[in-house]
């Protein structure tokens, strides 16, 4: 892959705290392996649920429940 212009801007945005991640600022990258994995990158939890290394659709739902 060609290299992302964008990587070091993107790196510092980046709250995958899963540290030997080779795709940490190549959010295309990243997508696409959390897409083929059924899951979600990082970056759509909350530092609480992020920490938890489950990327799942369902711990995103149970993470932006709102209370009834």
Do not use: W
């Amino acid at each position: 892959m060609k290299k992302c212009i964008n990587q070091v801007k993107n790196r510092a945005n980046c709250n995958c705290s899963y540290e030997p991640c080779s795709r940490k600022g190549l959010c295309c990258e990243c997508i696409a392996y959390h897409r083929a994995q059924h899951q979600l990158p990082a970056c759509y939890f909350s530092a609480e649920f992020e920490q938890t290394y489950d990327r799942s659709i369902k711990n995103f739902i149970k993470a932006n429940k709102i209370p009834t």
